[in-house]
């Protein structure tokens, strides 16, 4: 899989957790938590792309 598929099923993942409404305490954690995973995957994919944009530019 490549970095931009990657970043939009992230990206994507984020958006659908944010309008998700928890039924219950469990849930509520589940989603936190994993949102702040999602979020910090999110942040490594655009350092990467990044990265890798500024290896293109310099070849």
Do not use: C, W
């Not at 994507?12 to 954690?29: A, Q």
């Not at 995973?37 to 070849?59: A, C, G, N, P, W």
């Amino acid at each position: 899989m490549d970095i931009n598929r990657a970043l939009l099923i992230t990206k994507d993942r984020i958006g659908n957790l944010k309008e998700f409404t928890p039924n219950n305490r469990s849930e509520v954690y589940i989603v936190a938590e994993t949102l702040e995973y999602l979020e910090f995957v999110e942040k490594i994919l655009e350092k990467e792309k990044e990265d890798e944009q500024s290896r293109t530019l310099e070849h």
